[in-house]
């Protein structure tokens, strides 16, 4: 017999489950199951006397053993669980489950009973086990639909992915938070970014490519946001006109991504974190870096040091969250017009020597840096230079002289979207966390 | 104006196109220019009387230069180009080439005029120039599209995707060829499998997962097949009955993609590199190793050494495609029953001690390893023990205490595919290459 999702589980019907056992209550003439499994949970009701043998087998059974079981779906309008039982008529344990070293309880409406849950540095001992609530296993399948229709945007406009290599021989852009390791004789480095690389298809007349990929930064730091390895999405187009081209593309892509998740996931991304998923109005809306300081100091009497005005600060950040709603009801704001001492060298400056480029902030929290790339070598190897950094991006700097189109592009962070989705913390959305003092699972 | 892509140019029509210069006649009174595209290549034909404006800036360009000209587009039968041009009305330079370091003609019907072009090595350091040909890009619109129907076959059979890490806390399976790095105060190594992580997800209850990502070989290969840093494609599914279900989702996987692969590019692949992609048919052929080496000495006189009998060898696994053809008229073949010995542990064995895992081989060269996995614990530590690996891989076998269901899995090399797709060598078919001597660009 054919294995049936217990989501698609109907009354009268003979059907075969596979799952993991996630409640057990066993009496004398009767033992009552909950199993689980990706699609769902449905009770199994045992008749003891009936079935002995099945009885023998529900003996052994601890939570989170894994069962199949055959038998006849009934309605019961006594069960609680959507109303309908099997009653199966037989069982195989697939595998038996030790006493479970941690405790799980599920989230209720983004709120963990965190009294009964073990930390989450005990549950990321044990992610496998903490991965089995339905909470955590809607991420990978809004996260694997998420990307899925990211990349299928891309590819209904003519992008090609690529793979670049993550191993490379010199430690670019920021040298100091980069992983070294031993490579033959010699040293190598992880790579902190495609961005050379995504660049390089550029001049390679690629024209429009993205890639999603591992990420390395060997920053020590221990936020909610940050990881030593996450998953980057990004992309690089060929031919634009200004950065404003970046930016119409990426609120393109955004709003057709929160369109189609929350057809798809709205409603059980609100039943099981108590988050509504808001689809954005385009375009988006744009302040320019230095407005937005007037505006949070006549809205909310925040004053920004004048050391920092060239960048977002860590709090203007947050509170542009509460100013583009109020002002717009959006949640999303792009923000132009850095310092240009602030911006990676490789963007492209206006004729005042302001760079061509923007952050985007969705709900209070940064998404992207997105850029108008400079792809004229002589004016490339100035802002290259005046950073001090010609030396290190020697390779790169040889991918303008033999013909590159003008181009720009952006990048996303898989687990920050997801984060962002589902109001939790980088340890809990990533499939298994790496900071600097975990390596395990 | 919008850009026009090349390919969609019409007659009797005013564009916008924008390109690399691939060639240039400039004469005394015209000038004849092929542009190229991502899409195509078109003459364009400067009359220099006429636009002297235009004229002067056709005297700055040179080979591999990026342009934007507009203007009206006419049939033309003494066009060789598609019976059309471009009498272009404005000229932009966007970038201008250096004289080109390497010599990269285009190959001819999968014959490359060696003569003329630069040595695989010497075009690989100016990959992104090497990389501009109709042939290198038809690389990347194959692989692009083969993993996405590879992803929308699975996606459409509820499987999710997850990214593994990369870094990992112990060097696992084959510790000798893993690179080793330092992880702030102590050691890390880079993944050469997301074998393990992928079991995981079944113990984590996900049920079915695919992952597309680097892998990481620390071997000092000089094969055409080797690199040190490549894109593998693994998935892992959970409830199967056994290793013959991993099989069927494999040649079913796989068929599907070689249609629509030879339904979109068929024809460019047969034009530019003279190689017939052909459909296969189900279910593939399969045979047991013993019986593929009596097949081997019955028809060819091949013998293999007794101490190699266990495993396939490299002369075998090249003339089992000759046999395959003649046999069955077939490019693909599964080889099942190897020595327990040859196979990693955690292969499932059956009750006379036989993995119960195949390898798949398409024209002569293995592209899978497969297997149903062992997820019974004290089975799986003991089949570890055996082999002496239990200290390493302590942090795997955790995985199986705590419930797991029955699973088993492949993975395939994206750059494998793509290599035998287009009959090239690896170095030929990675956007950019990672060899014991290669770290650039």
């Not at 073990?118 to 339905?134: A, M, N």
């Not at 929290?365 to 002589?378: C, N």
Request: charged content about 30%; proline content about 4%; aromatic content about 12%.
């Amino acid at each position: 017999m054919d294995r049936t999702y217990i989501a698609d589980l109907k009354p009268d019907t003979t059907c075969k489950i596979q799952g993991y056992v996630e409640n057990l209550r066993n009496k004398r003439t009767m033992a009552f199951l909950v199993i689980k499994d990706l699609s769902g949970k449905v009770q199994v009701t045992v008749e003891k006397e009936k079935y002995p043998e099945i009885a023998a087998e529900v003996d052994k059974l601890t939570l989170d053993s894994v069962v199949t079981f055959e038998g006849p779906v009934i309605a019961n309008e006594y069960v609680k669980l959507n109303g309908i039982e099997m009653l199966p008529t037989s069982i195989k344990i697939e595998s038996i489950a030790e006493a479970l070293p941690i405790q799980r309880d599920e989230i209720k409406g983004g709120k963990a009973k965190d009294l009964e849950r073990s930390s989450i540095d005990q549950r990321l001992d044990y992610r496998w086990i903490d991965l089995r609530t339905e909470q955590n296993q809607l991420i990978f399948k809004l996260q694997t639909y998420m990307v899925k229709v990211m990349r299928d945007f891309l590819s209904d406009r003519n992008f090609l992915e690529i793979h670049s290599p993550k191993l490379i021989g010199a430690a670019s852009e920021s040298g100091s938070d980069v992983f070294e390791l031993t490579y033959f004789d010699r040293k190598a480095y992880l790579s902190q970014s495609p961005q050379f690389y995504k660049q390089m298809a550029m001049a390679s007349g690629l024209e429009r490519i993205f890639e999603v990929g591992p990420v390395f930064r060997a920053e020590k730091s221990f936020t909610s946001k940050h990881a030593t390895e996450f998953t980057g999405f990004d992309l690089e187009f060929s031919y634009i006109d200004s950065f404003r081209d970046v930016m119409k593309l990426e609120e393109e892509l955004l709003t057709d991504m929160l369109t189609k998740v929350k057809e798809k996931f709205g409603d059980e991304i609100e039943r099981l974190y108590g988050l509504e998923v808001k689809v954005p109005t385009t375009p988006f809306p744009v302040i320019k870096l230095a407005d937005l300081y007037d505006e949070l100091e006549k809205n909310y009497g925040y004053k920004v040091d004048d050391s920092e005005k060239g960048d977002l600060t860590t709090e203007a950040e947050k509170l542009s969250y509460k100013w583009v709603q109020e002002k717009y009801d959006h949640e999303f704001l792009f923000i132009t017009d850095y310092d240009a001492e602030k911006r990676a060298f490789y963007h492209m400056r206006d004729e005042n020597g302001v760079p061509m480029g923007y952050d985007l902030i969705w709900r209070g929290v940064e998404i992207t840096t997105g850029a108008q790339r400079e792809h004229r070598y002589d004016v490339l190897k100035a802002q290259c230079d005046e950073k001090g950094l010609t030396e290190d991006v020697k390779f790169y700097l040889e991918f303008f002289k033999y013909g590159c189109p003008p181009h720009g592009g952006f990048g996303l962070g898989v687990d920050r979207l997801t984060m962002l989705f589902l109001g939790l913390g980088i340890k809990e959305v990533m499939y298994i966390f790496r900071g600097p003092n975990r390596l395990n699972p």
